[in-house]
């Protein structure tokens, strides 16, 4: 993915620093060897699978939309298919208008500076970075912008603040790769079917690497500055392989979830059986929207967890755990 191309320059000795990397950090070091595998070699691309699991979504998605009523659309993403662990859940998450929050706002303003920070090669400084995110955020057109204009202004410094937090502790973690690295940040991924009846969408934080020969050499980063949650975070991450496998027509070597306030990841290696269950997942949770969309879905399938605690139906739910269960904690 990421090696020197052998008609430029001879590779490195596995045991000599990668040409091109200015590695500052004990943490530039492990990542580079050990998460990007930057000598390691890549798997050979199996094209019988790309089409398997093209095939397998696009005739159960097809078999969906063809059941739905005429007008009627299905979008899914990672938040979508999360919710439909419990039909109160997602139906909870589809008739709640959308509101902004300081976390979901820091979020956007943290992606969005490391974006220019890959940019500028590094060449602002933290600050500057951050200013210039923000502004450029609360002057676009759209509800963010005038979810940050009404902030208050020591709201808004404290929120510029951990911006900046973020984006130094992700440059001590995280070396400037070189130009010639292909690297994306905030690449959208969509499969539709029935000319946009069921639309499946995810967008990876990073995408590293490009196709150009018969070896896997992709690698997809989604970058999380919360707790750990890895079964959500492993599902999201496959959806975003099996995303990626039909639009690049090869499969990624590699994704993983990256905790920056750890400095450490939990990553896959490409499994055809990761994606063919990633096939699965997205097929039921398009014939359970169909069904909850529907005039009569039938008695509902209610699921008591973790996720009781944002839902907004938790307080009539026969199956929301009582506080003496724990889920509050």
């Given at each position: ?5 052998p008609?430029?320059?001879e590779p490195d000795?596995?045991?000599?620093a ?19 595998d ?22 159960g998605?097809?078999e ?10 299905i ?17 909870d998450?589809?008739?709640s ?16 500076a490391?974006?220019i920070?890959?940019?500028t ?16 955020m609360?002057t676009?057109p759209?509800?963010?912008?005038d ?8 709201q ?15 440059r001590?973690?995280w070396p ?6 292909p ?12 000319d ?10 990073i ?9 896997c050499?992709v ?7 919360g ?8 599902q ?10 039909l ?6 070597f590699r994704?993983?979830?990256?905790y920056?306030t ?19 997942r997205v ?9 909850l ?12 967890g ?19 269960d724990g889920?509050t904690?």
């Amino acid at each position: 993915m990421i090696q020197p191309e052998p008609d430029r320059q001879e590779p490195d000795p596995p045991s000599a620093a990668p040409r091109g990397l200015d590695l500052r950090t004990p943490a530039h070091e492990r990542l580079v060897t050990e998460l990007l595998d930057w000598h390691g070699e890549r798997p050979v691309a199996d094209r019988a699978l790309v089409d398997e699991l093209r095939d397998e979504l696009r005739g159960g998605l097809d078999e969906v939309a063809t059941g739905l009523p005429r007008g009627t659309r299905i979008f899914l993403g990672k938040t979508s298919l999360n919710a439909l662990v419990c039909d109160g859940r997602y139906l909870d998450q589809r008739d709640s208008p959308f509101e902004w929050s300081p976390q979901v706002a820091s979020g956007k303003l943290i992606h969005r500076a490391l974006e220019i920070d890959h940019a500028t090669h590094r060449g602002e400084s933290v600050d500057d970075l951050v200013q210039h995110a923000w502004t450029e955020m609360a002057t676009a057109p759209g509800s963010l912008a005038d979810y940050l204009n009404g902030m208050a202004r020591v709201q808004s410094s404290v929120l510029r603040h951990q911006a900046e937090q973020r984006i130094t502790e992700y440059r001590d973690l995280w070396p400037l790769l070189p130009p010639s690295v292909p690297m994306r940040t905030e690449e959208r991924m969509v499969f539709a079917v029935g000319d946009g009846a069921v639309v499946v969408q995810g967008t990876p934080d990073i995408v590293i690497g490009n196709v150009r020969d018969d070896r896997c050499r992709v690698l997809l980063i989604d970058l999380k500055t919360g707790q750990r949650n890895p079964m959500t975070e492993r599902q999201d991450l496959r959806l975003y392989g099996l995303l990626a496998t039909l639009k690049y027509g090869q499969t990624p070597f590699r994704w993983a979830t990256y905790y920056v306030t750890e400095g450490s990841w939990d990553a896959e290696d490409v499994d055809p059986n990761l994606l063919r269950g990633a096939v699965q997942r997205v097929v039921d949770g398009a014939r359970k929207v169909a069904r909850l969309q529907a005039d009569d879905p039938g008695e509902l399938r209610l699921v008591g967890g973790s996720w009781c605690r944002f839902c907004g139906r938790r307080d009539t739910c026969p199956a929301a755990p009582s506080d003496d269960d724990g889920w509050t904690r």
